[in-house]
């Protein structure tokens, strides 16, 4: 039986290690935590439950898909529930409600731009024809060889799939209203780069928010995680957690295994695969456990990537129940450009910045012990940034929890039974994450497809690479899809 070694129990590292044990393989995946999910680890405390990565559920579609295709329904491993609101928006100005109901959003924005609601109608149908050809094309390819997308569903369709036009041109020339605009582009500011930078192409992203609605796992994000964990348990893969990675042993331009220790007490650990498939960050695994002269990528290749933002993030146990807030809240009660630029342009840390609030135990009552309640803020920074000290962490808290009152009518300071933080360097240090970044690489159009990291290694033929470094990109229905992109590599690789 053909052995797979999997670096990584995130997302990626869990879809990739299922495809192979379906198509035989015996898997080890060795991860350095103690439990399954990467970044999307859990944290418990004082009786609250807080997600540590991922706290979006947008198109439900991949995850079912996931499933169906061990012949599973996603039903068997957790349940769902749609929002509604789906978010919250604060302005300085005004707070809106985001409705679930496709009418009523319809009947938001025309109170908002007279006119606008046909407008987001012909929007989303474009959106619509992005996301069905992203999902079932685009996002399926290996990036391997620009032969790929000599595919003559693509070739039909590649101007009305925008690349080569910003998302931000896409908006404004749908939409006049600023708060119309700015609802539009977050999820690629966000999550991405700046709107500017970003294909039109990612307007598939508001079609998944819009007409794919947002939604919530029962007992939160790491219901996904544990999902996949049984599933992949069931599957036959062994896990073996508490054990970090230290080198990747090579022979002859072939990887024979990798070399871990205990992180209790350091006792070294080898495990010997057919294939070595690292799900950890891209950046670290060449540098760090390859030898110089097998990375695929230079230093300089390296320095030259646009990142997505790092994160500063808050866990928050509150001791008392709020009456005003909403699961998700985005705060764009400043001013939306700065922050882009700072995040993306000079590279600074923010002088007022955006932040987003997550409030699951409004939605779900084991988030936190009755009559109390369970908060997650995370204020977006630039990739790179120097110490994120305990100081100046607690600077930026003070600062959007002043605003966060403001917005919840009530003072919450006082009522602070439990803070966690949690910033670039507890990225680098948990997650090996290149200059921190917490989402991957920005979703530029010089970052797409085959101009991302390779998701099979140059020099070392028998290494292979999923998640957020490589093709599709970041997010979490992109690292399910790297996982069986990966394994379908893996696959082919030992079929020629």
């Not at 609101?85 to 924005?109: C, G, K, N």
């Not at 080569?164 to 539009?184: A, E, G, T």
């Not at 544990?226 to 893969?237: K, P």
């Not at 490589?470 to 082919?492: D, F, M, Q, Y």
Request: hydrophobic fraction near 35%; include cysteine; proline fraction near 5%.
């Amino acid at each position: 039986m053909k052995k797979a070694v999997i670096i990584g129990s995130g997302f990626s590292g869990l879809s990739t290690a299922s495809f192979l044990a379906q198509q035989g393989w015996e898997v080890t995946v060795v991860e350095k935590h103690d439990q399954p999910g990467g970044r999307a680890r859990q944290l418990k405390a004082g009786g609250f439950s807080f997600d540590m990565g991922p706290s979006w559920y947008w198109m439900p579609d991949v995850y079912d898909r996931y499933f169906e295709q061990f012949g599973k329904n996603r039903a068997d491993y957790y349940q769902l529930t749609r929002l509604d609101p789906s978010y919250t928006v604060v302005w300085e100005d005004e707070t809106l409600e985001i409705p679930a109901s496709y009418e009523a959003l319809r009947q938001l924005f025309e109170r908002i731009e007279p006119g606008s609601a046909l407008r987001l109608d012909r929007y989303l149908e474009q959106a619509d024809f992005k996301y069905r050809t992203g999902i079932q094309k685009l996002v399926q390819k290996p990036g391997r060889s620009w032969n790929e997308f000599l595919d003559p569903d693509l070739m039909k369709g590649i101007f009305k799939l925008e690349v080569f036009s910003s998302i931000r041109k896409h908006i404004q020339r749908n939409f006049k209203n600023p708060k119309l605009r700015q609802l539009l582009e977050f999820p690629v500011l966000f999550l991405g780069a700046l709107p500017q930078d970003t294909p039109a192409l990612y307007s598939l992203m508001n079609f998944a928010d819009i007409k794919g609605g947002t939604w919530y796992p029962e007992k939160g994000m790491y219901s996904i995680v544990d999902g996949m964990y049984r599933l992949a348990r069931e599957l036959g893969v062994q896990f073996r957690f508490g054990e970090e990675v230290t080198r990747i042993d090579t022979t002859g331009g072939k990887a024979s295994g990798i070399q871990a220790v205990r992180t209790g007490d350091g006792t070294a650990q080898t495990y010997r695969g057919d294939v070595v498939i690292a799900s950890a960050d891209y950046h670290f695994v060449e540098t760090q456990l390859l030898p110089a002269a097998l990375r695929s990528y230079s230093d300089q290749y390296w320095e030259s990537r646009v990142m997505a933002p790092g994160s500063l993030v808050y866990f928050v146990g509150l001791g008392k129940k709020l009456q005003k807030i909403t699961h998700h809240t985005l705060f764009f009660d400043v001013d939306f450009e700065t922050h882009g630029q700072e995040i993306y342009q000079s590279r600074q840390w923010p002088t007022n910045p955006l932040f987003y609030a997550c409030a699951s135990s409004v939605t779900d009552p084991l988030a936190a012990p009755e009559g109390q309640e369970n908060l997650f803020f995370l204020i977006p920074v630039a990739a790179g940034l120097s110490s994120d000290r305990e100081e100046l962490r607690m600077k930026y808290f003070q600062q959007i929890l002043d605003r966060f009152e403001k917005y919840a009518g009530e003072k919450i300071s006082d009522d602070i039974l439990y803070l966690k933080t949690y910033g670039p360097t507890d990225f680098r240090n948990d997650y090996h994450a290149f200059k921190g970044n917490a989402y991957g690489l920005a979703n530029t159009l010089l970052q797409t497809a085959i101009l991302k990291p390779s998701c099979k290694s140059k020099k070392v033929e028998n290494l292979f690479y999923a998640g957020q470094l490589t093709v599709p990109g970041p997010g979490v229905p992109p690292a399910l899809i790297s996982g069986e992109v990966v394994a379908r590599e893996v696959e082919k690789y030992y079929r020629a």
